[in-house]
């Protein structure tokens, strides 16, 4: 019998203004951005979850405008509250490679507590395989519903933005419609999610090869990568685990 065990960090893991959010940012990521984009002026992160990834880099890049865009209308009424108290602007969309309306598959995360109190919130462009269901039974998918798309070239002239210096993407296995939204805009600095590909999201999602020669015909360069170890016991009767390092996010520069 094969027993997976995966040891992830508790969901609401920072404090803000008396109020508890996730974030997926680390200490290590902030070293990053800082040595790449000392000072930066502006931010784009999404998608936004309950919004403790904008607030967490608003606190500690207190001069940057930071955009914080989530697709799930459920999300986004947590994150809206945060817009006068924490300093952020935020907007309803799934970030995608068009302008338009598209289905937008929620899904819930029974393990995990929002900052509201309740089921984590999560949900995709792309329609999740058998196999992440089987990898996530505690995620439970709900009615699919159709959202408002847009890309990153059409935001950022809707709001006279000319340069992004950081922008942080984690839209479950929808990275490359982002990307590919950028038109010619080139922010300075990205932090892409890569763990969450075509087996866990089909055929419209992305694999690594792919993802990573679009950024370099881009100019892009991988600067640095983060992980996490998985732990795998084959025997629950024996002592041991067989231990990997999944890598699960990307820096990448452009020059």
Same mark, same amino acid.
């Given at each position: 019998?094969?027993?997976?065990?995966?040891?992830?960090?508790?969901?609401?893991?920072?404090?803000?203004?008396?109020?508890?959010?996730?974030?997926?940012?680390?200490?290590?990521?902030?070293?990053?951005?800082?040595?790449?984009?000392?000072?930066?002026?502006?931010?784009?992160?999404?998608?936004?979850?309950?919004?403790?990834?904008?607030?967490?880099?608003?606190?500690?890049?207190?001069?940057?405008?930071?955009?914080?865009?989530?697709?799930?209308?459920?999300?986004?009424?947590?994150?809206?509250?945060?817009?006068?108290?924490?300093? !952020?602007?935020?907007?309803? #969309?799934?970030?995608?490679?068009?302008?338009?309306?598209?289905?937008?598959?929620?899904? /819930? %995360?029974? =393990?995990?507590?929002?900052?509201?109190?309740?089921?984590?919130?999560?949900?995709?462009?792309?329609?999740?395989?058998?196999?992440?269901?089987?990898?996530?039974?505690?995620?439970?998918?709900?009615?699919?519903?159709?959202?408002?798309?847009?890309?990153?070239?059409?935001?950022?002239?809707?709001?006279?933005?000319?340069?992004?210096?950081?922008?942080?993407?984690?839209?479950?296995?929808?990275?490359?419609?982002?990307?590919?939204?950028?038109?010619?805009?080139?922010?300075?600095?990205?932090?892409?999610?890569?763990? !969450?590909?075509?087996?866990? #999201?089909?055929?419209?999602?992305?694999?690594?090869?792919?993802?990573?020669?679009?950024? /370099? %015909?881009? =100019?892009?360069?991988?600067?640095?990568?983060?992980?996490?170890?998985?732990?795998?016991?084959?025997?629950?009767?024996?002592?041991?685990?067989?231990?990997?390092?999944?890598?699960?996010?990307?820096?990448?520069?452009?020059?």
């Amino acid at each position: 019998t094969l027993i997976k065990e995966t040891y992830m960090q508790d969901f609401r893991n920072y404090e803000s203004q008396g109020r508890k959010f996730y974030k997926s940012l680390s200490e290590k990521d902030l070293n990053i951005i800082r040595k790449y984009v000392p000072e930066p002026k502006v931010i784009m992160e999404f998608g936004s979850c309950d919004g403790g990834d904008g607030i967490y880099l608003k606190n500690n890049f207190p001069k940057a405008e930071v955009y914080s865009i989530e697709a799930c209308p459920e999300r986004f009424k947590i994150v809206s509250q945060l817009e006068e108290p924490f300093g !952020l602007h935020v907007s309803n #969309y799934a970030v995608s490679d068009v302008n338009g309306v598209a289905t937008f598959y929620q899904s /819930t %995360d029974q =393990n995990q507590m929002d900052s509201d109190g309740q089921y984590s919130g999560q949900g995709s462009l792309n329609k999740k395989t058998d196999l992440y269901k089987n990898s996530y039974p505690n995620i439970t998918e709900l009615e699919p519903i159709s959202v408002n798309t847009i890309t990153v070239k059409t935001f950022c002239v809707n709001n006279k933005i000319n340069h992004v210096d950081y922008m942080h993407i984690d839209v479950e296995g929808a990275e490359l419609k982002v990307i590919s939204g950028f038109g010619d805009m080139r922010p300075k600095l990205i932090k892409v999610e890569v763990v !969450l590909g075509k087996d866990m #999201y089909g055929e419209f999602a992305y694999d690594q090869e792919e993802l990573k020669d679009t950024l /370099t %015909d881009m =100019n892009y360069t991988q600067v640095a990568w983060d992980g996490v170890i998985k732990r795998e016991r084959f025997d629950p009767l024996l002592p041991g685990f067989k231990e990997t390092v999944v890598v699960t996010d990307r820096f990448y520069l452009h020059s």
